[in-house]
Structure formats: structure tokens, C-alpha cells
């Protein structure tokens, strides 16, 4: 499978480094939104992540706003479980695959906080949602590819004698699933085409690779494809990258004093846990993922930095397809000019190396020694 | 409030099979049907929701990013999706709309079509569910702040989102016949919806609706009314069709296929109320008033807006004024082969149900079509 690359898609201006408010995830300003994704379609995005929080607009929602201003660009539509009947979901998601023409997938969300949970009414704990999530998967799958009326009889969900004639475009709705708890990785393992990770170290990331593969061999499945998520700090030079990191890092403190209610209480979840233990081992990690950023957000979400000229974060992100990572996620603090130049100047790097390298037997162009020059000390 | 009018928004081509109006999902024959409704003079179009058909949002986007004018009323069944979402995704289709869109609410009619998507309260907890749903929504679109909600059916702590309704309002539709449905309705509704009875029971109904608003101390909601008309350029031809229509959905419903896709979709009797009063109506008599005609109704076991006005373009107008008169002021018209009678309604109804509406607005009530006039020709 060719290595694809995703970039989030914002509705209003967010930014954690001053590019917005703190609470841009409340907002839909269908104008920005898409402007946004006319951006990501222009500069050669495959996949948009379409996020979701309590606050913001339902990504279903949002993905036909996407496919109906863009050409190309494929959303992968974040789902959390738990708030529409999935016979609902998967009917939608079908008729999105048509209206689309089969650029759509799911990347479900089982809530890694009781807390934000509660807001639209879920009260299960993580065990159970991850239970749920599994029922709903398969819900999903039946919707769309078995014929004839059906039935399930799960814990979570009941229903019977459904039918329709609302079928997809596509002959398998790729299903992302994510998470780095374990049993993330047994759902996803199971059940997922997609296995969606936070950036880690290489070696980190290996890991988590190799457990969620284990599980799938166990299961007789495919191993999912992995994505993997960062936020590049580019420049011309390493000497205005790191410039810029710092810059970016000064702002992003200067914005979680600002609004430290959106920030207090430390994360729960397993991926931001050993995102925190990351950071705290040390800023700079393999040849240029730097995680202060991550130690200020205290590991909230995509965190992790690569800094450094647009052939040094190339570089990187090849380094990530080295060992597995297929679907490689990047977007940036000052999120939409930050897409704009990464589809600009680092995609095409990395896809001509890969090509490069595919036609040659794996004759790198771009020197896989290199690391940045300038680094925060 | 002008009087405004209402057609349906269909997805597939297949609507001629019976039963099969929640067929699949055609993008290019949905745009095209949302274009002439547009081009038609529509105010609105009713987005319908089922167990078999998409999700009503994903359509009145469809149909919101595909027209200019029509308004989007989308039906939502409550109980599929957490309140706060919905109200959400209306708030944000009304950003995108530029404030064109309602929403319809359906407390679900029948036991098994609700457990088919794996609802399985009793119709009198559905209708408490609506009622509490209808305040989250509103909660949600109006109030600042974090909201926290403990209801029977919903409870929910400090949700807070920035995604309001552009201006105004968006109406909350509430539809039915049965006393639960005229309590939520009047009391809660902006919109009451009603299937195409005669003019007393009709009068009836909204006098009982209005009732339960007044004793509320809320506005009356305005009453939408929703027929079926079979149109011609004359009575006679308009009855030449209407027997037509009769024969093939005869012709249709006693096939096997046609047996089961009814007995599937509307169930052999419905037991709704509002599917109850139909076939009652029916049966007491085949024309009632002007040009009322309910034999379908009779054949379709009642099983929603099945009942047809029959006569000239002139007539079946007259008609619409008629319920204009006593406080209908959304009227809701689909035809039998839908795409062609809806073109059709546009071109030769709408122009004329307007003027004469103006005409009486200006002259203090003088009909020009003649208020007695009825079809020449009758069954």
C-alpha cells in the first residue's frame, strides 16, 4: 500500500501556539472550513482527519461540508461511539460513500476521558466503551456488506429485522481504530484496517506496531495499516526550524497560562501517559522528534514535534515508513499556513524518496545520517 | 405568517414500486429532484426518515448544498442520536444553509419499525423522550454556557459548544394525532403536523392543539397539512387519472412483491392513531368537501399522507385555500409518480394558490376562483 499522508482539518481558527483560540474545537465557520479544505485538497493531502470533542460539530456533518469543497482530499471521519445507533452511523457513512464517490473512512473514537464522556450523557466505563466500540464495528460491517434483513444481540446493542438498500461505494469502508492501551490494541488488532498512533520514538513506535500486529496474526486478520500522527516545525534551514520551535514553544507556554482551565488535570489514557514519560526522558529523540511541546500540553493528543528543514523532517517521516507507518499525519501550530507549507515543500520530498527508492531497491537520495545542526539546548 | 408549501425531498427513482419510496440513495436523481424543487417555488421540503433510509441530516445537507431557496425540514426520530449532537448538527446545517433549516420530530408510530434500530420504549416514554429531547435542543441553540440536564430519559453534565443557529430560530416541527402528540405538539411545537383529513376533522384537530398551547401560554404553533394531489389541466382529465392511479396501486399491492414491501414498510394496518382517523375517513365516504379524495388511503391502509385532492390545477388550488382558511398555513403537497406532479405543482398550483392568498390578503377576502366550484365529474 503507497504511503498516504493526512493533515487535520480545523471549522475556526485553533492554535495552542496564539494561530486562534484555545477553544476552536466550539466553533463551525463553514467559510474557513472551507477554505481549509480547498488548501489540503490544492497541495496534495490524501486524507483529512475530521476530529470530534463534545464541543464541536458532528464530523459526519462535517465530511459532506469537506467532499462536497474538495476534489480529492479523502476525510476519515472520527467517530466516538455511543452517541448514534450505529445502524444510524453506517447508513450515513454509506450514503457519504456515495455522495463522495468512495472517498470516506471511519476512525472510531472509544473516549479516553469519563469526564468529557459525560458531557453528551455516556457513562460507561473505558472497559465497557471499548466493548461498545467493538459491537459497533461490527454493526457497521453488517450494515454494509451482508444482504437481507439483520439482527444482533449484543451486550451494548439490540436490534431487529433491520434492512437497506443504503450500500456503500466503496467494497470495504476502511475502519481506523487507535489508542496505545491494551486493549486498543486488541480491538484494533481484531477489528481495525487502520491502527492509528501518536508519535513515539521509532523504537517506541515499533513496539506498538509489533503488539498490534501480534494480535491481528493471532486473528487471522490482515495487519492493519499503521498511522501515525505528528506536528512538523519546518523552515528553509535547521537554523530557522529551531528558531521557529522555540518561538512555537514560548507561545504554546504564553497560551497554557492563559487558559490553564482548559489545561488542568493531568490526561488518564495510556497514549498520553507514555507520551508524558517520553517527554520527560528527554527533549530530542532519533534525528529530530522534539517533545517540550508535548511536556507543556502534558501529552494532550498529537503532540510531538519534528524539527528542522523540510529535507530533515522528510527525512523522518521516512524514517516512520522504514518500520511499518504507512499513513503519516502531519499538521502544524500555526495549523492552516503550516498545511500549506508542508504540502508544499515536504510531501513531495518524501514521495519522490519513496519512489526513489521503490524503482532503485532502496537507494536512498537524501542522507539517512543526517540530523539538524542547531539544536535547543 | 404567509402561507408557505411544503414537497418532499425523494432519493431514488424507484418510488413507483409500492412500499419502495425508502428504496437506495441516488445523489444524481436526489440533486436533480432538489434542483426543481428550487426552480419549482417550493418553500420547503420535507426530508423523511425511516429504519431503511440515510440519516435525514446527511440528506438535508445534500439538499442544502444543492439549492439556493428550499428549506430543509428534516424529520428526526429521537432516540438514535444524543440530543446535544443533534442539536449540533442542525445548528451547524443551519450555518451552512444560511438559516435555512426545521426539524421535524417523529416519536415513531410503530413498535417493530422502532426495534428495527433498537428502540424499545412504549410509544407513551417515546413521547416523553421527544419532549425532553426538544428541550435539550433548544437548551443547547439558545443558552450560554456549560449545560447540565437530568431527565428521565437524558442526563448529561457541563456540555458547552459554540455552535449556534445563525439567526433567529430553528422551528421544531411536532407531528401526530394522538393525545400525546397534540400535548408535545402544543406545547413544545413552533410547527403541528397533520395528514390531509377533511375540513372538520382537520378544524377539529387544530382546535385542539391550540388549546394546549393556550393553556401553555405559548404561541399556537402553525399547522402544516400534507396531501397528495392528482393533477390535470381539467376535472375530467384529473379523475381519468386519478382512477388510473387507483388501478396500478390495486395492480401493485396485489402482487406478492408489493404484499410484502407493505406489509414491511406500513405494516398490514398501522395502529397509529393518525393511520386509525385515515382509514376511518375512508370509509365513511370516497370524496369529502371539495376535492378530497381518499380511496388510496383506503388501499394504503392509511399509512401516512395518502389522501389525495383531485381536479383542475384551479380546483385542487382552491382546495389548498380552503385549508388555508382555517389556520393551515403549511401545505404539504407530493404526488403519485412524485418527480413529474411535483414539477407539475410548481408550474400550474403554486402561481395560483398564491395569487388568489394575495388577492383575498388585498382585497380584504374576495375569492377569485369561485368558493363553490367543485370537480364536474366525481367518482
Request: charged fraction near 25%.
Amino acid at each position: 500500500m503507497a504511503v498516504e499522508f493526512i493533515s487535520q482539518i480545523f471549522n475556526v481558527p485553533f492554535g495552542e501556539a496564539g494561530h486562534g483560540t484555545l477553544t476552536g474545537m466550539r466553533g463551525f465557520d463553514p467559510d474557513y472550513t472551507k477554505r481549509y479544505a480547498r488548501a489540503l485538497d490544492a497541495v496534495g493531502f490524501d486524507w483529512t482527519l475530521l476530529a470530534y470533542g463534545s464541543p464541536s460539530l458532528d464530523a459526519l456533518q462535517v465530511a459532506q461540508f469537506v467532499l462536497n469543497s474538495t476534489e480529492r482530499l479523502k476525510p476519515v471521519v472520527a467517530h466516538r461511539a455511543g452517541f448514534q445507533y450505529p445502524t444510524q452511523v453506517a447508513k450515513a457513512m454509506a450514503a457519504l460513500d456515495r455522495i463522495g464517490d468512495g472517498r470516506l473512512a471511519i476512525h472510531m473514537i472509544s473516549g479516553g476521558s469519563d469526564q468529557e464522556q459525560h458531557r453528551e450523557g455516556d457513562y460507561l466505563t473505558k472497559h465497557e466503551r471499548y466493548e461498545r466500540t467493538d459491537e459497533f464495528v461490527q454493526v457497521l460491517r453488517k450494515v454494509w456488506y451482508e444482504d437481507g434483513p439483520i439482527s444482533f444481540d449484543g451486550k451494548h446493542y439490540q436490534f431487529e429485522d433491520f434492512q437497506t438498500d443504503i450500500t456503500p461505494v466503496q467494497d470495504n469502508i476502511q475502519i481506523s481504530i487507535g489508542g496505545s492501551s491494551e486493549q486498543a490494541y486488541d480491538v484494533g488488532g481484531r477489528l481495525g484496517d487502520i491502527f492509528g498512533l501518536w508519535g513515539e520514538p521509532l523504537k517506541e513506535t515499533a513496539e506498538q506496531i509489533a503488539a498490534v500486529n501480534a494480535i491481528a496474526d493471532l486473528n487471522g486478520r490482515r495487519r492493519p495499516r499503521i498511522w501515525v500522527s505528528f506536528r512538523p516545525i519546518i523552515a528553509p534551514t535547521e537554523e530557522l526550524a529551531w528558531e521557529k520551535a522555540l518561538k512555537v514553544l514560548a507561545e504554546v507556554q504564553k497560551g497554557v497560562a492563559v487558559g490553564s482551565a482548559l489545561f488542568s488535570g493531568q490526561p488518564k489514557n495510556v497514549g498520553s501517559m507514555r507520551l508524558l514519560a517520553l517527554a520527560d526522558r528527554a527533549d530530542l529523540h532519533d534525528r529530530c522528534l522534539w517533545m517540550p511541546l508535548t511536556k507543556e500540553l502534558q501529552g494532550r493528543g498529537s503532540t510531538t514535534a519534528l524539527v528542522g528543514s523540510y529535507e530533515t523532517v522528510a527525512k523522518a517521516l521516512v524514517d516512520y515508513t522504514e518500520i511499518g507507518c504507512d499513513l503519516l499525519s502531519v499538521r502544524g501550530w500555526d495549523n492552516y499556513n503550516d498545511a500549506i507549507d508542508l504540502g508544499r515543500y515536504v510531501l513531495p520530498l518524501v514521495r519522490q524518496e519513496l519512489a526513489h527508492r521503490e524503482a532503485t531497491g532502496g537507494a536512498p537520495i537524501l542522507n539517512p545520517d543526517s540530523k539538524p545542526e542547531a539544536v535547543f539546548a | 405568517m404567509p402561507v408557505e408549501f411544503i414537497s418532499a425531498t425523494h432519493i431514488s427513482d424507484d418510488h413507483r414500486k409500492v412500499g419502495a419510496g425508502f428504496g437506495g440513495f441516488d445523489p444524481d436523481y436526489t440533486r436533480r429532484f432538489a434542483h426543481a424543487l428550487d426552480d419549482g417555488g417550493f418553500d420547503w421540503t420535507l426530508i423523511a426518515y425511516g429504519s431503511p433510509s440515510p440519516d435525514s441530516l446527511q440528506l438535508g445537507q445534500f439538499v442544502a448544498n444543492h439549492t439556493e431557496r428550499v428549506k430543509p425540514m428534516i424529520a428526526h426520530r429521537p432516540g438514535f442520536q444524543f440530543p446535544t449532537q443533534v442539536a449540533k448538527a442542525f445548528a451547524g446545517l443551519d450555518r451552512i444553509s444560511g438559516g435555512r433549516v426545521g426539524i421535524h420530530i417523529i416519536s415513531g408510530g410503530a413498535d417493530v419499525e422502532q426495534h428495527r434500530e433498537g428502540d424499545y420504549l412504549s410509544k407513551t416514554e417515546r413521547y416523553e423522550r421527544s419532549d425532553e429531547f426538544i428541550q435539550i435542543l433548544r437548551r443547547v441553540w439558545y443558552e450560554d454556557g456549560p449545560i447540565s440536564f437530568d431527565g428521565r430519559h437524558y442526563k448529561f453534565e457541563d456540555f458547552q459548544t459554540d455552535i449556534k443557529p445563525v439567526h433567529g430560530e430553528i422551528p421544531v416541527s411536532v407531528g401526530g394525532s394522538s393525545p400525546e402528540a397534540y400535548d408535545v405538539g402544543g406545547r413544545l411545537g413552533d410547527i403541528f403536523g397533520l395528514w390531509g383529513e377533511p375540513l372538520k376533522e382537520t378544524a377539529e384537530q387544530i382546535a385542539t392543539v391550540n388549546a394546549i398551547a393556550d393553556a401553555a401560554g405559548r404561541p399556537r404553533p402553525r399547522i402544516w397539512n400534507s396531501f397528495r394531489p392528482i393533477v390535470a389541466p381539467t376535472d375530467e382529465l384529473a379523475w381519468d387519472k386519478a382512477h388510473a392511479i387507483l388501478a396500478q396501486t390495486q395492480k401493485a399491492l396485489a402482487s406478492d412483491s408489493g404484499k410484502t414491501a407493505l406489509r414491511r414498510w406500513n405494516g398490514n394496518d398501522p395502529q397509529n392513531v393518525g393511520s386509525v382517523r385515515l382509514r376511518k375517513v375512508a370509509e365513511r365516504g370516497d370524496l369529502h368537501d371539495r376535492a378530497l379524495w381518499t380511496p388510496l388511503a383506503k388501499e394504503l391502509k392509511g399509512a401516512g399522507s395518502t389522501t389525495a385532492l383531485v381536479g383542475s390545477y384551479e380546483t385542487v388550488a382552491a382546495a389548498l385555500v380552503d385549508y388555508a382558511e382555517i389556520g393551515c398555513d403549511l401545505l404539504s403537497i407530493r404526488g403519485w409518480d412524485v418527480y413529474n406532479d411535483m414539477v407539475d405543482y410548481g408550474r400550474y398550483v403554486l402561481p395560483i394558490a398564491r395569487q388568489e392568498l394575495a388577492h383575498r390578503a388585498a382585497t380584504g377576502n374576495a375569492p377569485v376562483l369561485n368558493p363553490d366550484s367543485r370537480p364536474a365529474v366525481a367518482v
